[in-house]
């Protein structure tokens, strides 16, 4: 299916070249005469470790001290310029296109020490590969690019004994896979040759179901990586985009926000990795960056770091991989070498996760109510930019919070610049109704000169408070109200004019009952004659009146996080029950003020089903939580 593109960009560049920002550097590691390729992370014992793919093989480094990483030990592969590892339990797995290791599992439970187990093996014949990723929910490893199958994806279980992975079966109906995400069985390999990505249903191994399949915007479709109902794509060709996608239905799916950091610069996009709605993404030359993609459809970068400030634009040099997953929060990155030598580099770096201020709305036409497309949104101080889609919707962000002017324009109608004051981590929404010129003095013309169009919530109750400066032939308003964003209205009342002068006047309407949810409001203003105008639109959204509760990863190996919402502010006592409602020991008094990450260590507990229960005295929500 060809996507809905909620909106077309305008785009910009929301940090400047090489400034470092919401990133502090700890410490850079220096590896001599080894270029190094993709870089992971283990975290067990309250230690954490970059797992390092270098030119001769696996480096293990304890990072735990940021500002003093050690090396721990080397563990040989083939020399090459390729090597990715992935993890799963207290396992590492590597491939290289090297050759000669097959796949190269090392088993990581005896860290910090050096003396280290590990092993290649060769199930099905695999040599070769060029990258993997573990379906940890599910058991089962996915090697990509391998002398199997022309690259096909090639898929072993790790169930039975993860230490020998057994081969089962490679997904033959799709070509050559470069890398890919699978979670639960659902399946998202990146066809980089085709320059697409898939979506494909692996729950019977012996006959995967081909879900969908979209063409990305480079056409060289590099990493795949979904977070909920979004999948993350990176095409790695010059000037190319991290870009996202609503694939809740496999069938029909959508593109809804694309980014470059450096537009115009020729940079190039290589991994991308989503931690909690932060896409922390490897941009080769320009370093790696942090996009809040908490809003798929309105992605803005709120962090950078440039690993190799002396480089920029089209190439592959600088850096390749990231890793945000370690408990502790910090992370490392791979520079494949320092520009000028034949030295690899992994940078320690402390991120300060920043959400960006969000601004949306719907800009329509003043006479009609109808969506104007194509109009022009800016905010004037600083550049940012977009374009309305064919409903009059927008969706623009930026890092930086204030008050701002806002400029809306479409060719045939009267420029209007608001004011609107944003925050990071809000949703402000602007909607404006544009006029057309009228009469040679340009001005509006309309019999009713609305000066404000307010709504607020008083609990369930929504109060509509509106303020004209003056009115000519004004019979008066009929309120209206839409709950599916627009597409479909109902009145709900009609307030009669005031006055038929030049006298300004103020209205209230109340809107008792209102369900939790966004509820969007407009007025009909309607003259003497019958004609009518409508006004911008208003969107009051009603808090959920529950607590409510995530986890991530689950199954969990070790680490995993709680995200906690809640209506208003709370205190709220996280416990770990075992599947006998019996204390484990793990108790964690958390402060909650509507959204909250609470990490939880479950490394003591022995496999098996237990239950994360919050409680914050009035409600009492219960996760279900599998410990592999």
């Known amino acids: 299916m060809r996507p809905f593109l909620l909106f077309l960009f305008a785009f910009f560049p929301l940090l400047n070249q090489a400034q470092n920002v919401n990133v502090t550097h700890r410490s850079t590691m220096t590896f001599a005469n080894q270029n190094l390729a993709n870089i992971w992370g283990y975290a067990s014992g309250g230690n954490e470790y970059a797992l390092v793919g270098a030119k001769n093989g696996l480096i293990i480094v304890n990072v735990t001290d940021p500002d003093n990483p050690v090396e721990i030990v080397q563990i040989p592969g083939p020399t090459s310029d390729w090597h990715e590892i992935k993890t799963y339990q207290h396992y590492a797995y590597v491939v290289s296109e090297g050759g000669s290791i097959g796949i190269q599992v090392v088993d990581l439970s005896n860290l910090p020490s050096s003396n280290l187990t590990y092993h290649n093996v060769t199930p099905g014949g695999i040599a070769k590969a060029h990258a993997l990723h573990v379906d940890e929910t599910k058991g089962y490893l996915y090697v990509y690019g391998s002398n199997l199958q022309g690259g096909k994806a090639a898929v072993f279980n790790l169930n039975n004994d993860p230490y020998n992975p057994v081969y089962v079966n490679f997904v033959n109906f799709i070509g050559y896979v470069h890398d890919g995400y699978v979670d639960n069985d659902l399946f998202y390999p990146a066809h980089v040759y085709q320059g697409k990505f898939g979506i494909v249903n692996m729950a019977n191994k012996n006959n995967p179901i081909l879900l969908g399949s979209q063409t990305t915007p480079g056409a060289f479709t590099h990493n795949t990586w979904k977070s909920g109902n979004a999948l993350f794509t990176t095409d790695e060709v010059s000037n190319s985009y991290l870009t996202s996608y609503d694939v809740s239905d496999p069938t029909d799916i959508k593109e809804l926000d694309r980014i470059r950091i450096t537009p115009g610069s020729g940079s190039i996009v290589h991994n991308t990795h989503v931690m909690d709605n932060y896409a922390v993404t490897s941009w080769y030359k320009d370093g790696f960056s942090i996009i809040d993609v908490a809003r798929p459809a309105n992605i803005v970068e709120t962090g950078r770091y440039d690993t190799y400030p002396n480089g920029a634009g089209n190439g592959f040099e600088g850096c390749w991989g990231v890793y945000p997953y370690f408990p502790s929060g910090n992370i490392v990155a791979s520079n494949i070498r320092a520009q000028g030598t034949n030295n690899g580099e992994m940078w320690v770096f402390t991120p300060n996760y920043t959400r960006g201020c969000y601004l949306e709305g719907v800009v329509t036409d003043s006479l009609t109510g ?16 977009g374009i309305t889609n064919a409903l009059g919707e927008y969706k623009i962000a930026q890092l930086q919070d204030g008050t ?19 925050t990071n981590g809000v949703l402000t929404v602007l909607d404006v109704a544009l006029a057309p010129p009228q009469g040679p003095g340009g001005g509006s013309g309309l019999p009713v000169e609305l000066v404000s169009f307010e709504a607020r919530s008083e609990g369930r109750e929504g109060i509509l408070v509106w303020k004209t400066a003056s009115e000519i032939n004004n019979a008066g308003f009929e309120v209206q109200q839409s709950r599916n964003n627009g597409h479909h209205w109902v009145t709900l009342g009609f307030v009669p004019a005031q006055g038929d002068g030049k006298s300004p006047a103020t209205y209230t309407f109340r809107v008792p009952g209102l369900e939790p949810g966004a509820h969007l409001f407009r007025l009909r203003q309607i003259d003497h004659d019958g004609s009518a105008t409508f006004s911008p639109w208003r969107t009051l959204t009603l808090p959920s009146e529950k607590l409510e509760a995530f986890v991530w990863p689950n199954p969990v190996a070790e680490y995993c996080r709680l995200r906690l919402r809640s209506p208003q502010p709370a205190s709220v006592l996280v416990e770990v029950l075992g599947a006998d409602l019996r204390a484990t020991g793990i108790s964690i008094r958390a402060s909650v003020a509507e959204e909250t990450i609470v990490p939880l260590d479950l490394g003591s507990l022995p496999a098996g089903n237990y239950h994360v229960v919050i409680s914050d005295g009035q409600e009492r929500v219960v996760v279900a939580v599998v410990k592999r």
Not at 377 to 383: A, D, K, P, Q, T
Not at 404 to 422: E, I, M, Q, R
């Open 370 to 385: 109808n969506p104007i497309n194509g109009a022009s949104v800016v905010i004037l101080s600083s550049g940012v930019s």
């Open 404 to 422: 701002v002017n806002v400029s809306f324009s479409f060719p045939g109608y009267v420029t209007k610049v608001l004011s609107a004051t944003l």
